[in-house]
């Protein structure tokens, strides 16, 4: 993939994971919106980032000289995950998901550690499966949190950039490898609550609605903390959702019931080579 591909290639995502969204969502949420181009413009800078930094994990499928389908595997010290996968709808079933997911495992050893969050479509589980990852069901939170149901929160704090060794070593402890660069970009787009007492420590970079996009903490407790301050950042009168619940992850779990929200089954957490981490939420983009 060249940096001159990244429009199309976002194109291709856009469509592809619009139709997976249409296709699978439950009839009580609210109908699937396109990309818009607000969110185009942060998602162009991830896949220029990897490029930047992983080129080689970074491939797509060109069919009369258009981009078809796109493939972008990342490698943070040995641990190995796959950020994207898409094929436009119209040319799926073909091989071509396939060909590329292949092309990006050459991306690093084999028995390498490795992570995806998997969507349930079932033509996606069955390669990652079949590419030697233990498929973890995984669960989405989904729903409103009134503020009264939200605990005092001492030791919560807003986090920035001088935070970023503080965040890395909260990863090497529970996914074995830090995120490094990828903490810049997120650190742009998404804010982030750090929990700090004693040697309890956790942080949650958030999504924009509420709710976490990339978790992790030295502990449940920890972990329960920053989970709480992620819901605090919604909207109390709009439901929204964050996914990537494993069964490992049953603090999470008990937090989002107790906000009253809905658990849904939703997708996989797909690992190789490791034990899926802990206290952790994985973010499809940076896993």
């Known amino acids: 993939m060249a940096v001159d591909d990244v429009p199309r290639v976002e194109r291709v995502t856009a469509a592809t994971f619009y139709e997976l969204d249409v296709a699978t969502r439950p009839a009580n949420w609210p109908e699937?919106?396109?990309?818009?181009?607000?969110?185009?413009?942060?998602?162009?800078?991830?896949?220029?980032h990897f490029i930047d930094t992983d080129a080689d994990g970074c491939w797509v499928a060109d069919q009369d000289g258009d981009v078809v389908g796109v493939a972008a595997a990342v490698r943070r010290?040995?641990?190995?995950?796959l950020s994207t996968?898409?094929?436009?709808p119209g040319l799926q079933a073909r091989g071509l998901g396939r060909q590329l997911l292949d092309a990006a495992l050459t991306?690093?050893?084999?028995?390498a550690p490795g992570m995806i969050c998997s969507s349930n479509d079932p033509r996606a589980v069955r390669r990652y499966r079949l590419a030697g990852f233990d498929l973890h069901p995984a669960m989405v939170a989904y729903g409103a949190v009134s503020r009264s149901v939200?605990?005092?929160?001492?030791?919560?704090?807003?986090g920035g950039a001088d935070d970023v060794e503080l965040l890395d070593q909260i990863d090497r402890a529970t996914r074995g490898y830090g995120h490094g660069a990828d903490h810049e970009l997120l650190l742009a787009s998404h804010p982030l609550r750090i929990y700090e007492r004693g040697s309890s420590r956790g942080y949650a970079y958030l999504h924009l609605s509420g709710g976490a996009h990339l978790l992790a903490a030295s502990d449940q407790a920890s972990a329960a903390?920053?989970?709480?301050?992620?819901?605090?950042?919604?909207?109390?009168?709009?439901?929204f959702g964050f996914n990537n619940i494993t069964a490992e992850q049953a603090w999470a779990v008990d937090v989002a019931l107790a906000a009253g929200m809905e658990i849904h089954n939703r997708g996989f957490v797909a690992l190789r080579s490791m034990?899926?981490?802990?206290?952790y939420i994985p973010s499809g983009d940076f896993l």
């Open 107 to 111: 991306y690093g050893p084999a028995d």
């Open 85 to 88: 996968l898409a094929v436009l």
């Open 150 to 158: 939200i605990p005092i929160l001492a030791g919560v704090r807003e």
């Open 275 to 279: 034990a899926p981490p802990t206290p």
């Open 77 to 81: 010290g040995h641990l190995w995950f």
């Open 32 to 48: 699937p919106e396109r990309r818009s181009p607000e969110r185009a413009g942060p998602w162009c800078a991830r896949m220029r």
């Open 225 to 239: 903390t920053v989970l709480w301050a992620a819901l605090e950042h919604s909207d109390p009168s709009t439901p």
